[in-house]
């Protein structure tokens, strides 16, 4: 059973910068295709960022050109750095994985979420 542990939330001030880490066990690590995914208080889901198992990474369009999505293989760990924060970028972030060689369109391992906070 594949397990994803998210950290590193927290609070930060606008225009600060945040990264947090999601640890997977249980699977192999490296043929996996992870993603950042968040929800906002009373908003619906929204998609992040996202890297494939072979280093291709895609980013949300509110996101581009401020986070920066990455893993480590050896660490079985994906992390997402956060900059130039923005209140808007308050939620709750989740950590996402689905085995990427057979292009599966849904994730099928979801984190628990961390909360992260951007002060005005």
């Known amino acids: 059973q594949v397990r994803l542990v998210e950290s590193g939330g927290g609070w930060v001030q606008a225009g600060g910068s945040l990264r947090v880490s999601c640890a997977a066990s249980?699977?192999?690590?490296?043929?996996?295709?992870m993603g950042w995914f968040r929800q906002a208080a009373g908003k619906e889901r929204e998609f992040v960022a996202s890297?494939?198992?072979?280093?291709?990474?895609d980013y949300g369009d509110s996101v581009k050109g401020r986070f920066t999505i990455s893993r480590d293989n050896a660490k079985n760990t994906v992390y997402l750095l956060m900059d130039t924060l923005k209140p808007e970028d308050t939620a709750v972030y989740y950590c996402?994985?689905?085995?990427?060689?057979?292009?599966?369109?849904?994730?099928?391992?979801w984190g628990q979420g961390t909360q992260v906070t951007v002060s005005s």
């Open positions: 996402a994985g689905k085995f990427g060689p057979i292009r599966v369109i849904n994730y099928s391992y």
């Open positions: 890297i494939r198992w072979t280093g291709e990474t």
């Open positions: 249980g699977g192999t690590f490296s043929r996996f295709d």
